[in-house]
C-alpha cells in the first residue's frame, strides 16, 4: 500500500519551490500596494463626506467586506467575460470576451517565466 503523504518528496521540491519565493513575494507586495492606495482613497473620500463619493464608497466596502474571496475570484474569472459578451450582443462591439480570464492570470505565469529564465 502506497503512502498517501511522501515527506521525502516535500524536501526533494523544496528548491523547486524556493525558485518561485521572489514572484510570490513580488506579488504580495504589489498587491499591498494597490490595496494600501485604494483604502487610502477610500478613506479620504469617506472622511471629507462627499455625498456622491461616499455612497459609491460605502457600496463598494460592503461588497468587498461582505463577499468571500473565493466568490469574488469567480466572479472576477467568469463574470468579467460575461459581461463583455452581453455588451458585445447589446452594442454591436467587437470586445474579446474569451481572453479576458486567462489574461487576467496570465500576468502571474508571466512573472513565474521570467524569474525562472533568468537563472
Not at 22 to 38: D, F, G, H, K, R
Not at 45 to 70: D, F, H
Request: proline fraction near 5%.
Amino acid at each position: 500500500m502506497s503512502n498517501l503523504f511522501d515527506i521525502k518528496m516535500v524536501f526533494t521540491q523544496i528548491p523547486d519551490l524556493l525558485t518561485y519565493l521572489p514572484v510570490t513575494l513580488e506579488l504580495a507586495v504589489v498587491a499591498m500596494i494597490v490595496s494600501l492606495i485604494l483604502g487610502l482613497i477610500l478613506a479620504l473620500i469617506k472622511m471629507k463626506k462627499i455625498p456622491v463619493l461616499k455612497q459609491i464608497a460605502n457600496l463598494y466596502i460592503s461588497v468587498i467586506r461582505g463577499t468571500p474571496v473565493l466568490v469574488q475570484l469567480y466572479v472576477t474569472y467568469f463574470g468579467i467575460p460575461m459581461i463583455l459578451k452581453a455588451i458585445n450582443l447589446k452594442y454591436g462591439t467587437n470586445y474579446n470576451a474569451n481572453g479576458v480570464a486567462p489574461i487576467m492570470h496570465l500576468s502571474h505565469w508571466q512573472l513565474m517565466n521570467r524569474h525562472t529564465t533568468q537563472k
